[in-house]
């Protein structure tokens, strides 16, 4: 029996929508089936991949008005269809640094998901997944970046400064990678929840402005969406300290997929390359005034 044969085995309704065209997708199978989308997990995802907190993050931010509708999930596997969103564009960096009026609709919809949605069944908490990754890395014994030393030091001023000044989470995409926006033009939906919860709103700011390559200038633009107007000093503060965060998480993730030989990419290079950029933040201006900001 194919994929789709015992997909359309379950969902018998799905058969008559039309011809599968495959879209794109890293780890999971997607495809377009008429006015539907089908998701068909990776294969090993479910390991770690709640699919049942990534249910409750794809119904709520779909009833926010944010994630397209979600009319079939199955938490035991993660098999979800939604509806297809018609004129939507898939978001790339290049495409939002080229059109300052997707950054405005990007952060209001960012801004809806974290006042509208319903809260998530989890949480993020990005610096347990930070000591997870060095944990693991010293298990293994694992070389590091030049110079990793000095920015753990940043990095845990950053941790102290955001601590110090704790704020109430709300419901977060938590990777907001461009090609997680379809934009009509009048509206930006955000889709995939696979790793979504519970966090500091300035996390997705920050890490949407990291995946998207913004200057100063599209970081104004988006702050001044999300907030229609002047932005708090310390939110923007804490946007600068999760920049430096989520190049380092990823920094940290590339360098274990190197360790473990992951031969899809020279992660090696991928890690270090993260982790100049996040050490490079970490020594700017912008860095040293975030902390002040916040009393670090």
Same mark, same amino acid.
């Given at each position: !029996?194919?994929?789709?044969?015992?997909?359309?085995? $379950?969902?018998?309704?799905?058969?008559?929508?039309?011809?599968?065209?495959?879209?794109?997708?890293?780890?999971?199978?997607?495809?377009?089936?008429?006015?539907?989308?089908?998701?068909?997990?990776?294969?090993?995802?479910?390991?770690?991949?709640?699919?049942?907190? /990534? /249910?409750?993050?794809?119904?709520?931010?779909?009833?926010?008005?944010?994630?397209?509708?979600?009319?079939?999930?199955?938490?035991?596997?993660?098999? !979800?269809?939604?509806?297809?969103?018609?004129?939507?564009?898939?978001?790339?960096?290049?495409?939002?640094?080229?059109?300052?009026?997707?950054?405005?609709?990007?952060? $209001?919809?960012?801004?809806?998901?974290?006042?509208?949605?319903?809260?998530?069944?989890?949480?993020?908490?990005?610096?347990?997944?930070?000591?997870?990754?060095?944990?693991?890395?010293?298990?293994?014994?694992?070389? !590091?970046?030049?110079?990793?030393?000095?920015? #753990?030091?940043?990095?845990?001023?950053? $941790?102290?400064?955001?601590?110090?000044?704790?704020?109430?989470?709300?419901?977060?995409?938590?990777?907001?990678?461009?090609?997680?926006?379809?934009?009509?033009?009048?509206?930006?939906?955000?889709?995939?929840?696979?790793?979504?919860?519970?966090?500091?709103?300035?996390?997705?700011?920050?890490? @949407?402005?990291?995946?998207?390559?913004?200057?100063?200038?599209?970081?104004?633009?988006?702050?001044?969406?999300? @907030?229609?107007?002047?932005?708090?000093?310390?939110?923007?503060?804490? !946007?600068?300290?999760?920049?430096?965060?989520?190049?380092?998480?990823?920094?940290?993730?590339?360098?274990?997929?190197?360790?473990?030989?992951?031969?899809?990419?020279?992660?090696?290079?991928?890690?270090?390359?993260?982790?100049? $950029?996040?050490? #490079?933040?970490? /020594?700017?201006?912008? @860095?040293?005034?975030?902390?002040?900001?916040?009393?670090?």
């Amino acid at each position: !029996m194919s994929d789709f044969d015992a997909v359309f085995h $379950r969902l018998p309704w799905l058969r008559a929508a039309g011809t599968p065209e495959r879209l794109a997708g890293l780890t999971n199978l997607n495809y377009r089936i008429g006015e539907y989308v089908l998701r068909i997990p990776g294969a090993g995802t479910s390991e770690y991949i709640s699919r049942t907190d /990534e /249910e409750v993050a794809a119904r709520s931010a779909a009833i926010a008005g944010v994630n397209a509708e979600v009319l079939y999930f199955d938490a035991s596997d993660g098999l !979800m269809v939604t509806r297809f969103i018609n004129g939507g564009v898939t978001m790339t960096p290049e495409r939002f640094r080229a059109d300052p009026g997707a950054i405005r609709r990007a952060g $209001r919809a960012m801004h809806r998901l974290h006042t509208e949605a319903k809260p998530f069944a989890n949480e993020y908490r990005v610096f347990d997944v930070i000591d997870e990754y060095k944990a693991l890395l010293l298990s293994k014994s694992s070389p !590091m970046p030049d110079g990793f030393d000095a920015v #753990q030091a940043e990095a845990e001023l950053g $941790r102290a400064a955001l601590l110090a000044n704790p704020v109430p989470v709300a419901p977060c995409h938590c990777d907001p990678l461009c090609e997680n926006f379809l934009d009509t033009g009048e509206t930006m939906y955000l889709i995939d929840y696979e790793y979504a919860g519970n966090n500091d709103p300035m996390w997705d700011l920050g890490d @949407f402005s990291v995946e998207a390559g913004f200057g100063p200038e599209h970081d104004a633009v988006l702050l001044d969406a999300y @907030f229609e107007g002047p932005h708090p000093a310390a939110d923007a503060a804490r !946007m600068v300290i999760h920049k430096a965060n989520c190049d380092l998480v990823w920094s940290l993730w590339g360098i274990i997929q190197h360790v473990n030989g992951n031969p899809v990419d020279d992660f090696w290079a991928y890690g270090v390359g993260r982790f100049e $950029r996040c050490k #490079q933040l970490m /020594e700017s201006d912008d @860095f040293k005034r975030a902390l002040a900001i916040l009393g670090g």
